[in-house]
T-cell receptor, first 111, second 115 residues
Framework: NAGVTQTPKFQVLKTGQSMTLQCAQD?????MSWYRQDPGMGLRLIHY???????DQGEVPNGYNVSRSTTEDFPLRLLSAAPSQTSVYFC??????????FGDGTRLSIL | AQSVTQLGSHVSVSEGALVLLRCNYS??????LFWYVQYPNQGLQLLLK??????LVKGINGFEAEFKKSETSFHLTKPSAHMSDAAEYFC?????????????FGKGTKLSVKP
């Protein structure tokens, strides 16, 4: 019963590097989304998807790319990492109007 | 547009005391409201949800919340705090329209429980 799985759990990058945060869910959920969590800011929506092949921007999309080629996977790409992208990243999924299920997060530091 | 305000970034209570975490929302349509809990270095876990049925909603771990439309509030309570309740709590409202039902979160309230 895996739910939402995020990898890696921790990552340190240098400014300018690129990387992909992985997110996979095994519940056949249509909706998937990426949030970032910063101290005192709560969670802010980066990008979301309502199904395979369909993505859209959230509140803070700049510097991030997503794609949704399958129902299960929703990777988040940092194109050129910046220190302002140091954060904890959460992936979530849901079915219809049901509550979202969250992964355990990826803690990303950019030096 | 929907929004959520959590009053108090930090709340401290003694073990056995009442827990009250405040949440006010803004929504132009009947809201779907949620409380999530986050323990240190973990993801978010759903405590309870309001979806326009009963106004008093019971959740896990002895928590409950009351939806008050006249006050646009959805405060979280627990009669008697336990040390294991120490965590960060987030109130959220479901967005409508262009946000496709994604959650809009408050900034969180960190609960400390003193022995």
């Amino acid at each position: 019963n895996a739910g939402v799985t995020q990898t890696p759990k921790f990552q340190v990058l240098k400014t300018g590097q690129s990387m992909t945060l992985q997110c996979a869910q095994d519940m056949n959920h249509e909706y998937m989304s990426w949030y970032r969590q910063d101290p005192g800011m709560g969670l802010r929506l980066i990008h979301y998807s309502v199904g395979a092949g369909i993505t859209d921007q959230g509140e803070v999309p700049n510097g991030y790319n997503v794609s949704r080629s399958t129902t299960e996977d929703f990777p988040l790409r940092l194109l050129s990492a910046a220190p302002s992208q140091t954060s904890v990243y959460f992936c979530a999924s849901r079915a219809g109007s049901q509550p979202q299920h969250f992964g355990d997060g990826t803690r990303l530091s950019i030096l | 547009a929907q929004s959520v305000t959590q009053l108090g970034s930090h709340v401290s209570v003694s073990e056995g005391a009442l827990v009250l975490l405040r949440c006010n929302y803004s929504s132009s349509v009947p809201p779907y409201l949620f409380w999530y809990v986050q323990y240190p270095n973990q993801g978010l876990q759903l405590l309870l949800k309001y979806t326009s049925a009963a106004t008093l909603v019971k959740g896990i771990n002895g928590f409950e919340a009351e939806f008050k439309k006249s006050e646009t509030s959805f405060h979280l309570t627990k009669p008697s705090a336990h040390m294991s309740d120490a965590a960060e709590y987030f109130c959220a409202v479901r967005g409508f329209g262009g946000s496709q039902g994604n959650l809009i979160f408050g900034k969180g309230t960190k609960l400390s429980v003193k022995p």
